[in-house]
């Protein structure tokens, strides 16, 4: 049978093979997905740093590590540009994205040095917006915004490396690189998470319509993209249970770090960092997208998709409204499940036991009356399930889109 460019392996001239070629081409996967991962963690880190202790200086921890992954991320993904366009052979090249016909490097590569880019040129904004204003009331920032923007981008340009090296016939380890793609997937959907933090990680939140609502618009967009493109056995499962796992192992390492809190006003004495809470129970709708999507290869987008809106919704309430019960009836602070734990300036009282903004419930003189308006509450997830529908038929559309990325 013929191979095409794509498919030969591609022969170094020993002249430029050695130590330049293994940075360019074998290290840049394991980095890349390294300093995707570290983006993510370094952003909990520093929502915990502010919860906890409050901002200090530009140079705290969880900046650094931001920045240095960004850093590892550019510099790597920059000189597999220079040693593809430049020393690379024409095979290296072939499989490489053109930029004003001089230099060549893979899409994801070339997502990653924008992101850099990004990352880096918010920093001193965000510096010099604290100095200005104070600190920040929300997460969501001018220079946050931009900062959010570069480290999603980083991770983008991390997960279509990630794609372009499983959808590249003839490449040895497929197994191991469909598995790569799927948790490069995963840390995109932790970001995802992070970023709607405000609204959907604590367990008083999941039983709120806007909780349902916000998660259905989000998450099947990349549940299914990674469900369709990823060549793993379960590979929406696999990026859920990346997410899961994470939020997991930060919530066990974060709450061990000693911090005081620094910034006025402090109402909650804390000895501690503030862990980010119990990640949602995403795995489950992840799993019967996957289940669904085996089965359904032939059947039109446009008819699957409001099957799968209705699916997530249905088996995300199914898990995470008993869930969240159980993890608010626990003691607080609760080590293991990451509970309970409450920010430097935060009132602690009976608020905290209770879920927020459930219809029908109100709160009045420290005491949660009322019962759920099952009317309101019907109408809040029948609009969480149009949500759906569209986010997975934009999924199931991107996913698509991605089984043909090989460069």
């Keep these: 049978m013929a191979t095409s460019v794509l498919d030969r392996p591609a022969t170094a001239n020993p002249a ?43 140079w705290s921890p969880p900046h650094v590590l931001e920045q240095v992954a960004a850093s590892l991320a550019g510099l ?58 104070g600190l920040d009331v929300e997460i969501l920032s001018p220079p946050h915004v931009f900062l959010l923007l570069g480290m999603a981008t980083v991770q983008l340009g991390a997960m279509l490396l990630m794609l372009a090296d ?63 493109a990823g060549r793993a056995r379960f590979p929406a499962t696999i990026a859920a249970g990346t997410y899961m796992l994470v939020m997991i192992v930060m919530n066990w390492v974060l709450a061990l770090v000693p911090a005081t809190p620094m910034l006025a006003p402090i109402y909650n004495q804390l000895t ?19 289940l669904i999507i085996a089965k359904t290869r032939h059947v039109s987008d446009w008819l699957l998709a409001p099957v ?27 080590y293991f499940f990451g509970i309970g734990y409450w920010d430097y300036s935060a009132r602690v009282g009976p608020w905290t036991k209770v879920f927020f903004d459930v219809p029908g419930y109100t709160w009045s003189k420290n005491v949660m009356t009322g019962q759920l308006d099952v009317g309101a509450m019907a109408v809040a997830l029948a609009i969480a399930a149009a949500l759906g529908t569209v986010a997975s038929r934009a999924g199931l559309a991107w996913g698509r889109w991605m089984t043909r990325v090989q460069r």
């Design 272 to 290: 501690h960092l503030v862990p980010p809470g119990f990640p949602m129970l995403l795995i489950f709708p992840a799993l019967a997208f996957d």
């Design 16 to 58: 430029t093979g050695g130590l330049a070629r293994t940075l360019a081409l074998d290290a840049t996967v394991p980095v890349i997905l390294f300093a995707s991962a570290a983006i993510v963690i370094g952003l909990h880190w520093d929502i915990s740093w502010h919860r906890s202790i409050g901002r200090d200086t530009f």
């Design 76 to 133: 790597f993904c920059g000189w597999r540009v220079i040693y593809t366009s430049f020393l690379g052979t024409d095979a290296d090249r072939a499989k490489a994205v053109p930029f004003w016909k001089i230099f060549h490097g893979p899409l994801g590569g070339w997502v990653c040095i924008w992101g850099t880019i990004a990352m880096i040129t918010s920093a001193p904004f965000d510096d010099w917006w604290h100095s200005a204003y």
């Design 166 to 228: 499983q959808n590249r016939e003839g490449t040895e380890g497929s197994l191991r690189r469909a598995v790569f793609f799927s948790t490069s997937m995963g840390l995109i959907v932790l970001m995802f998470t992070t970023v709607t933090f405000e609204y959907t990680s604590l367990p008083n939140h999941q039983h709120a319509p806007i909780f349902y609502q916000i998660t259905a618009a989000l998450h099947p967009i990349l549940l299914l993209a990674v469900a369709r």
């Design 308 to 334: 799968l809106g209705v699916v997530f919704v249905a088996v995300l309430l199914l898990v995470q409204w008993p869930m969240s019960s159980v993890l608010l009836s626990l003691d607080q602070p609760n």
